[in-house]
Structure formats: structure tokens, C-alpha cells
């Protein structure tokens, strides 16, 4: 059956409607960062860019922080994230965990004593790997669709119907496109005075609908940073990053029918969609740090836009539609080949201001401002020919607008132990959409320092809502979602040089 409906595909490509394409949601996916890093920086939330001397602060704040260190460090930090998500759609909830294990740094700091008569004190050179974010994630929902009448109810024929406008009804009936078999059951029809523009007409009014969604992958980046301290209260920094993301998206979606109330010939459809994307990217940040007094600090920090040059993407779906009968001759398994693309994305500059109150010996609290516009995401195709994204850049400037983060953090330390405590709040990145994307974050954890080694533990708790959609059609609700993340953070370290 397979290869008979193997004209299918160039049907879909013919009439320019894909299930899967590039939009301004896979922007915001690969440009969005959160609170990962070594364990001292994820139990401050985030909240070390006037503070500093952490691998992290490079990466996420304030690169002037680099020089802030005395002595040459080399730390690992292993991550176990666990994250949880409740999809509630038309009264029935369901809830799914995954764990996961990941690396969330490896760095190497050096500094360099000068050694001269001038107030340039000390150079600092690091390099390592960061993460920026974790997709591994899983959610399940599923509810009845109820609806007396076409326009009360929903099911994926609404969404395939469309995929069939521009053809001419003479034509179809008889093959094995798409487009025959909806018409062949009984499950389009032509819009009452539209030409070769189809509908949904299956009359069924009970339909039981789930979806259940397992992404995974990571983005992180790997720098270079190199900064210097001038007579201990002037610290610059640069640093180079090159991101990197894997991600991956396997999709299931099933619909039925109770009590047999479907009188167009099939019983039950299965929808399954696979999605892998790739990339890497350039960006430079900048950062500034000044202590004019002994017990405070305060600096900016400037991050570019990453540039991803050649974002790799591939996919494939399968459509399976069983007959009520169960009769083989009448069951459609249709497979769409695999499909491949590439395309560039510009992604937003942030801007960070940073203060930092240090009480002697004792420990230090920490406020961090992070402007990030994602307005400004930008997509592009390998060639004009391919594609212009037109469409997606103007929803990018419809639907986002810039996020505003605060963080705070304190350390309290009681000699070797130190104790921490962190919290961060986004604001909002969508605009225009009956949809909040804030988020808040909670962070705790402890610390060990000896003469050359040490240890941090850190918890992080995080939790915002969210909402989805099993297909695009007018009839159909979203489904919401309230997603709980946690990690247990250990970075072991050791410290070199003279004390």
C-alpha cells in the first residue's frame, strides 16, 4: 500500500503546504538560555555578574568577571534534571516526568600575575564548554471532543482538508493521493460556492483526541574569554562563544470515535512526526566591571547576536487511517519521505547590568538585570530561491517582544562551608497571543572550599505555563500546561597556584 501512495508526497510539494516547515516558534526555541552552569552559579538563580569569578558568569553575565581570578581553576559539573508536565485539554488532566543526566560544565581558567611597575595587576584566559539549555522533555495529552454540530467540534480532517484546495474535484476520487482517499470516505466535500476548495463533513460527535510529544537534546557553547584587572577595581572582559544545539521531536497523535458515531468510513487515524535539528554559531560578549569602594561592585555587560549560519534540519511523518471495517484492503498507511532543509537565524543581542554588595569575609549579595529582545530574531534561507521567510520574520516581530530578567542571589559563608540562595523571574517573550511564557526560578545549595579543592551542591527549581495545540484549525482548543523542572547540580573543582 505504501508504494501505491507514494504520489502523495509530490502532491503536498506541488500545492506548497507542508505539515512540517521552519517558523518563528524553531527562532525562539534555539535562541532561548536558562540557569545552567556550575553549581555555585545555578544556586545564586543565575545571579553572579557583579560578583563573579565563576565559569558561568562568562558565558550567561558579565565577561569582565574573568578578572576577578587570582589563581588557575579547573572544574566538571554533572547535572540530574528532572522535569514534569501537566497537560489539562477539555477537563481531563495527564501528567508525565522524564529524568535526565547531563554535563553542565567543563572549564579551565588560568591567571597571570604581570608582575610590573604599572597598576595592571593580573590577565586571565579561559576556555571550556557550558550548557544553555536542556529539551529533554515529555508530555501527554489527551480528552474528549464533544460537539453537536461542524462548527462545535474538531478533528484532523480539518487540518488535511485545506492541504487539498487548489485541485480540481473532477480529478480526484479514484487514486491514492491524499486527497482521493478523504474524498473516497465520505470525509471532504467542496465549500458551498468555492471552487476546488475543500471541507471537513465527517459527522461524528464524540472523538477522543491525545498526543503525546518526547523531545530531546541540548544547546551549549564553548568559548574562549580573555580579561584583565586594573589596580583591583577596574576588570574587563571578552569573551568568544561558538553555540551549538541538537534537538530532536517525535510526536504521536491519535484520534477516535465512541460508540461508532463516524458514518464516513473509517474509525481511528494515527499521526506520527519526526523532527531533528542542528546548528552552530558565533558571538562575542562584552563586559565592564568597577568596584570603587571595597565592599561594591557594579558593571554592564553587551551580548551580540548569534549568528547560525547553516541550521540543518530533517523530517518525516507517516498517516495511518483505519477503516471501521478493519479490513486491510481498507486501511492507509501513508508515508511521507524525508525531508530535508537548511536555513540561517539571527538571534537576539541581550544586554546585562549588574551590582554586587560584598560584606567582608561573610559572604555577598547579588542583583543581576538581563534585557534580551526577541523581536529581532531574524530567519533567512540558504538562498532567496529557497525561501524568503517573509511570513515568519513579520510573526516574529507580531508575536515577540523583549524579556526583562531579574535575578537576585546571596552567599553566606561560615569558613569552609558557604550557604546560598537564589531567585529569578522573565518576564513574558510573547506578545500578542493569549499565551504567557514567564517564568520563575528557585535555587538553593552549599559550598566547600579548601586551599585546592573544592565542591558545590546546588538545587534548582523552575516552573512556568504554556500552551499547545494538536493541529492548526479554527474549531480546535489548545491545551495547557504547567511545566516543573528540577536539577541537582555537583561541581567538583581544583585550584592551582600560589595562595
Known sequence: ????????????????????????????????????????YMSLAGSMGGFGADFSTLIHSNPATIGLYKRTEIAITPCLSYGKNTATYNHTTTAVGKYNFSLGNLSLVTSFDLNNNTKWKSIQFATGYNQKFNYHSSITAKGLNKGLTQDTKSTFIDYLAPLCNGLNVSTIGSGNTLADILWYHWLIDTIPGGKNTYQSVATINTITQKQTIATSGYSGEYIFSGGANYDDKL???????????????????????????????YDSLIFEDNFHARGTGINFKLGILYQPIS??????????????????????????MLSVE?????????????????????????????????????????????????????????????????????????????????????????????????????????RDLDKDGSCHTFACGMGFKGKIFFADFAYLYKMYNDKDIFYNADNLKTYSLKKHSQNFVLTIGWKLGKI
Open 235 to 265: 576588570f574587563l572582559g571578552l569573551t568568544i562563544g561558538i553555540p551549538f544545539f541538537d534537538y530532536r521531536y517525535k510526536s504521536l497523535y491519535t484520534e477516535g470515535f465512541v460508540e461508532n458515531e463516524c458514518s464516513s468510513g
Open 295 to 320: 565592599f561594591l561592585r557594579f558593571g554592564v555587560g553587551f551580548h551580540t547576536p548569534t549568528f547560525y549560519t547553516n541550521i540543518k534540519e530533517s523530517y518525516d511523518q507517516y498517516l495511518t
Open 326 to 430: 478493519h479490513n486491510d484492503s481498507n486501511n492507509y498507511d501513508i508515508n511521507f519521505d524525508k525531508g530535508n532543509f537548511n536555513w540561517n537565524l539571527v538571534a537576539p543581542y541581550k544586554l546585562t547590568a549588574n551590582m554586587a554588595v560584598l560584606i567582608s569575609h561573610y559572604g555577598f549579595v547579588n542583583i543581576d538585570y538581563e534585557m534580551k529582545d526577541y523581536s529581532v530574531m531574524n530567519m533567512s534561507a540558504q538562498s532567496i530561491v529557497d525561501y524568503d521567510f517573509e511570513e515568519e520574520n513579520a510573526n516574529i516581530k507580531k508575536y515577540y517582544q523583549p524579556t526583562h530578567t531579574i535575578k537576585v542571589g546571596a552567599e553566606f559563608v561560615f569558613n569552609p562551608i558557604a550557604i546560598r540562595l537564589g531567585y529569578a523571574y522573565m518576564s513574558n517573550p510573547y
Open 1 to 40: 500500500m505504501k508504494e501505491k501512495l507514494v504520489a502523495i508526497v509530490m502532491m503536498f510539494f506541488a500545492i506548497g503546504e507542508i505539515v512540517i516547515a521552519q517558523n518563528e516558534t524553531d527562532a525562539y526555541r534555539y535562541s532561548q538560555e536558562e540557569v545552567f552552569g556550575t553549581a555555585r
